[in-house]
T-cell receptor, first 112, second 115 residues
């Protein structure tokens, strides 16, 4: 069955530090991959997406993610974190249907 | 575009009462999704529609839950009767499939508290 794993439930970083959030998926075919961010009290906002082509994808707010087929991973990165990046981050896999399978999320805390 | 619009943003009701959540998808989108988010279970897909037709309702918890999409610009999720365990944030999302690719856009959610 298809699944998405975000192994880190909670990550804490200092402002200005680099960030990498991990995402692994289990899916038989080439997946469509997404990262969403959810700020407190808000809905999910799309950060970036991968459908095909260049495996390094740029998104909004200075985020990027790299698709690695050999590792079944789609990790999210940012070179320098800002306090406003504190939020919950969800990785998702798009199936051949219209459905998305979401990971359980990683809560990011940023210290000044 | 105003994005996906959900109402109300907050709903507090008593056990046994009927609750109706509303969603207006992005204009031109042809798929609509209802999700429920709780601390214990995370984000769960309840049901989704394509061209106003329910495609997959396997996530609907039980018969107390029902969803309708009478037209392309409006959907409702109804809980009757409501129970305290229904307390959660309910999200609506919409999407448009093009070239096999489908991106979901989420509303701000309705926070439901059943007392």
């Amino acid at each position: 069955a298809q699944s998405v794993t975000q192994p880190d439930i909670h990550i804490t970083v200092s402002e200005g530090a680099s960030l990498e959030l991990r995402c692994n998926y289990s899916y038989g075919a080439t997946p469509y991959l997404f990262w969403y961010v959810q700020s407190p009290g808000q809905g999910l906002q799309l950060l970036l997406k991968y459908f095909s082509g260049d495996t390094l994808v740029q998104g909004i707010k200075g985020f990027e993610a790299e698709f690695k087929r050999s590792q079944s991973s789609f990790n999210l990165r940012k070179p320098s974190v800002h306090w406003s990046d504190a939020a919950e981050y969800f990785c998702a896999v798009g199936l051949n249907t219209d459905k998305l399978i979401f990971g359980t999320g990683t809560r990011l805390q940023v210290f000044p | 575009d105003a994005g996906v619009i959900q109402s109300p943003r907050h709903e507090v009701t008593e056990m046994g009462q009927e609750v109706t959540l509303r969603c207006k998808p992005i204009s031109g989108h042809n798929s609509l999704f209802w999700y429920r988010q709780t601390m214990m279970r995370g984000l769960e897909l309840l049901i989704y529609f394509n061209n106003n037709v329910p495609i997959d309702d396997s996530g609907m918890p039980e018969d107390r839950f029902s969803a309708k999409m009478p037209n392309a610009s409006f959907s409702t999720l109804k809980i009757q009767p409501s129970e305290p365990r229904d307390s959660a944030v309910y999200f609506c999302a919409s999407s448009f499939r093009r070239d096999g690719k489908n991106i979901q856009y989420f509303g701000a959610g309705t926070r439901l508290s059943v007392l």
